[in-house]
């Protein structure tokens, strides 16, 4: 976590694409990754209540909550990825979408510090790491 404390601006336009937090019995499936499929009389909102229709949406209002996605750690990780193929389609991610997503104007240790003070259980005996 300590490595991932770097990040985009607000307005880089990925950071438009939904992450989500859902109640797995209320949903169906998903349309694509960033979209939840929502069982009928369910809906999908963002922080504002606005209904949620498509994958990527205009950034909320409301700064209290905050979901940070972090697209690859480098361009080594990212090739290895590549290799990999994507879980949704099966076509491969290519170089230029790597350039294109490597963003790091801002600095943002939140995540770091909140991993940092989580409280990891104890080993019982005998457990390894």
Request: charged share 35%; with cysteine; hydrophobic share 35%.
């Amino acid at each position: 976590m300590e490595k991932f404390t770097r990040c985009s601006e607000d307005a880089f336009d990925r950071n438009r694409l939904i992450k989500v937090v859902v109640k797995p019995e209320r949903i169906v499936g998903f349309v694509d990754p960033h979209l939840p499929w929502v069982l009928l009389g369910y809906q999908a909102v963002d922080l504002d209540y606005h209904p949620i229709s498509y994958p990527q949406i205009d950034l909320p209002v409301r700064r209290d909550m905050r979901i940070y996605h972090y697209f690859c750690k480098n361009k080594k990780w990212f090739i290895e990825k590549v290799d990999r193929g994507m879980a949704d389609n099966l076509r491969k991610m290519i170089i230029d979408y790597f350039e294109y997503c490597d963003r790091n104007e801002l600095e943002n240790k939140k995540a770091a510090e909140i991993w940092k003070n989580i409280i990891k259980p104890e080993k019982t005996e005998g457990q390894q790491n």
